[in-house]
């Protein structure tokens, strides 16, 4: 190898021709500063790429050279969503797009001394086009902005539910009707608690993003049922103007994001039961017990469905009645076919309501114990459980006497 300049060469022991005639110290003392001038000039070089690269990054980063701003609040109505993890950089960046500011710099200069900006939270927000950096800033901190999620409660319906007084509790798709309306550019948008019945019950599965390991149980449930459980609790964000398709679809899909959470499907192959049976009894354990309960009503469960023992639910009675009672009676029983669990063995078609993270949980693992039978022994929902049907009349008389039920 050619090694002229010294670099790859001991100068104590390369012996140059050039060199010759010269003392062996000033030799080595010529080569070490050849070398020191190379190096600082790779050094330089270097440096100087690395700033020219760190230069164009910051243009991207802050949107130098790209300044422009609207004046003005805004013209018309335009919708906004921010997604989990959405940086401010980000958000302007969307807002750029969607013609709401002029650049992204004209919001992020806005915002630069307003602590708000950095905490604005996931979801849809009411804008204007042609919004100047401020106003934006202003808007989009403000929380009228924000649309208010919907938010499911463990153990409700898809459908309202009648109280025998006449009151009437909201089922998840009215109350989805109701989160749907917004009013853009002065007129008002709702999707019809009629129209996401009619797309619950009649639109392809695939379109409303039902999952492989349900797609067979909801095809064979009945019609007005097979959506129910699917929409676990917790707040949804939901986008104005999507039609009754968009909303569902945008809600289940985010339900089957918890539900992996929860550990449906992974969770169910040590159950012994297919992950859709499992969010069933999910749904019983949520409308038959208290959450601290949870555990010992799964127990019932498996332990009954293991003899092969009817279920004996109340709740699944009541569910297919739409009534928000307690206990039932023989005519109840006569009336509520393929969930009437006193009369038909097993599992009822479908949950019979919204199951929560604990619920769900429970029913991957319940709680180990000999328990056959449970009945709600205190005023505050606690229930008492017992190995025999003698003890357990017993318990069911003592709470009577209580005023339980």
Same mark, same amino acid.
């Given at each position: 190898m050619?090694d002229?300049?010294?670099?790859?060469?001991?100068?104590?022991t390369?012996?140059d021709?050039?060199?010759?005639?010269?003392?062996?110290a #000033? =030799?080595?003392?010529? &080569?070490?500063?050849?070398?020191?001038?190379i190096l *600082?000039?790779?050094?330089a070089l270097v440096l100087a790429?690395?700033?020219?690269? #760190? !230069?164009?990054g910051?243009?991207?980063l802050s949107?130098i050279g790209s300044?422009?701003d609207?004046?003005?609040a805004?013209?018309?109505?335009?919708?906004?969503e921010v997604?989990?993890?959405?940086?401010v +950089?980000t958000i302007?960046? %969307?807002?750029?797009?969607q013609?709401v500011v002029a650049?992204?710099?004209?919001?992020?200069?806005a915002? =630069?001394n307003d602590?708000?900006?950095?905490?604005?939270?996931p979801g849809?927000?009411l804008?204007?086009?042609?919004?100047?950096?401020?106003?934006?800033v202003?808007?989009?901190v403000?929380?009228?902005?924000?649309v208010?999620p919907?938010?499911v409660?463990g153990g409700?319906?898809?459908?309202?539910? %009648?109280?025998p007084?006449?009151?009437?509790? &909201?089922g998840?798709l009215?109350?989805? /009707?109701?989160?749907?309306?917004?009013?853009l550019?002065?007129a008002?948008?709702?999707?019809?608690?009629?129209?996401l $019945?009619?797309?619950?019950?009649n639109?392809?599965p695939? #379109?409303?993003?039902?999952?492989d390991w349900?797609?067979?149980?909801?095809? =064979?449930?009945p019609?007005?049922?097979r959506l129910?459980g699917?929409?676990v609790?917790?707040?949804?964000?939901?986008?104005?103007g999507?039609?009754?398709?968009?909303?569902?679809?945008?809600?289940?899909a985010t339900?089957?994001?918890?539900?992996?959470?929860?550990?449906?499907?992974?969770g169910s192959? &040590?159950?012994?039961?297919?992950p859709y049976e499992v969010?069933?009894?999910?749904?019983?354990?949520?409308?038959?017990g208290?959450?601290?309960?949870?555990?010992?009503?799964?127990?019932v469960?498996y332990?009954?469905?293991?003899?092969g023992?009817i279920?004996?639910?109340d709740?699944?009675?009541n !569910?297919?009645l739409? $009534?928000?009672?307690l206990? +039932?009676d023989?005519?109840?029983?006569?009336? /509520?076919?393929? !969930?009437? +669990?006193?009369?038909?063995?097993g599992l009822?078609?479908?949950?019979i309501?919204?199951?929560?993270k604990?619920a769900?949980? =429970?029913?991957i693992?319940?709680e180990?114990g000999p *328990?056959? !039978?449970?009945v709600k022994?205190?005023?505050?929902?606690?229930?008492c459980?017992?190995?025999?049907?003698e003890?357990?009349?017993?318990?069911?008389d003592? #709470?009577?006497k209580?005023?339980?039920?």
């Amino acid at each position: 190898m050619n090694d002229d300049l010294g670099l790859f060469t001991d100068p104590d022991t390369r012996h140059d021709e050039r060199a010759r005639g010269k003392s062996d110290a #000033a =030799a080595r003392r010529a &080569k070490r500063r050849r070398k020191r001038t190379i190096l *600082w000039v790779v050094v330089a070089l270097v440096l100087a790429g690395g700033g020219v690269g #760190a !230069y164009y990054g910051y243009r991207t980063l802050s949107g130098i050279g790209s300044y422009e701003d609207f004046a003005g609040a805004g013209e018309s109505d335009v919708v906004v969503e921010v997604k989990d993890g959405d940086l401010v +950089t980000t958000i302007a960046n %969307t807002l750029r797009d969607q013609g709401v500011v002029a650049s992204a710099r004209a919001f992020t200069e806005a915002g =630069a001394n307003d602590s708000r900006v950095t905490s604005i939270q996931p979801g849809f927000y009411l804008m204007k086009t042609k919004m100047s950096g401020s106003a934006a800033v202003s808007r989009m901190v403000d929380p009228a902005a924000k649309v208010v999620p919907l938010e499911v409660k463990g153990g409700f319906v898809l459908h309202d539910i %009648t109280a025998p007084d006449g009151g009437v509790t &909201k089922g998840i798709l009215s109350q989805l /009707s109701e989160a749907s309306c917004v009013e853009l550019d002065g007129a008002q948008q709702c999707v019809t608690p009629q129209q996401l $019945r009619e797309a619950a019950d009649n639109a392809d599965p695939a #379109a409303l993003g039902i999952p492989d390991w349900a797609l067979a149980d909801v095809a =064979a449930a009945p019609k007005e049922n097979r959506l129910e459980g699917l929409i676990v609790p917790g707040l949804y964000h939901l986008k104005p103007g999507a039609d009754a398709v968009e909303l569902l679809k945008s809600v289940i899909a985010t339900s089957l994001n918890r539900l992996q959470g929860y550990g449906v499907p992974s969770g169910s192959t &040590k159950t012994g039961f297919r992950p859709y049976e499992v969010l069933v009894i999910a749904s019983l354990i949520e409308k038959e017990g208290i959450t601290s309960d949870f555990g010992k009503i799964s127990r019932v469960v498996y332990s009954r469905l293991a003899q092969g023992q009817i279920l004996q639910f109340d709740s699944t009675v009541n !569910y297919k009645l739409d $009534r928000p009672l307690l206990t +039932t009676d023989d005519e109840d029983r006569a009336a /509520s076919g393929p !969930y009437n +669990t006193y009369q038909v063995k097993g599992l009822p078609p479908t949950p019979i309501g919204s199951p929560g993270k604990e619920a769900v949980e =429970a029913a991957i693992n319940p709680e180990e114990g000999p *328990w056959l !039978y449970f009945v709600k022994c205190r005023k505050d929902g606690t229930s008492c459980f017992t190995n025999s049907y003698e003890e357990h009349l017993v318990v069911v008389d003592q #709470a009577r006497k209580d005023g339980v039920f």
